[in-house]
């Protein structure tokens, strides 16, 4: 079994930062592509970036130059750095870990991301 734990949430005003966190845990030797995926209210989850275990980015248009994915595999974490954080980036943001061939798929509980003043 294997679980991924998100950390970092909050409230932020516009304009503001955050970093958010993501351990995994469990019986597994690597986890291939790790990510981050949002839902807002009433929206479909979707994908805001992702790094392959040899770092290889993706990210969102959306987000392109103000989030910033990064992973340390020693720790099985990954984390995303959020700046110039924005009204519509309210969501919850999950993290997610799989495999390249689709062979595992993890999520995690979700932490909530609130940017308002």
């Known amino acids: 079994q294997v679980q991924l734990v998100e950390s970092g949430g909050g409230l932020v005003q516009p304009g503001g930062s955050l970093r958010l966190s993501c351990a995994a845990s469990?019986?597994?030797?690597?986890?291939?592509?790790m990510g981050w995926y949002r839902q807002a209210p009433g929206k479909l989850r979707e994908p805001v970036a992702q790094i392959t275990s040899g770092g290889t980015t993706y990210y969102a248009d959306s987000v392109k130059g103000r989030f910033t994915i990064s992973r340390d595999n020693a720790k099985n974490t990954v984390y995303l750095q959020m700046t110039s954080l924005k009204p519509e980036d309210t969501a919850v943001y999950y993290c997610?870990?799989?495999?390249?061939?689709?062979?595992?798929?993890?999520w995690g509980q979700g932490t909530q991301v609130t940017v308002s003043s």
């Open positions: 997610r870990g799989w495999g390249r061939w689709d062979d595992y798929d993890y």
């Open positions: 469990g019986s597994f030797f690597s986890i291939d592509v």
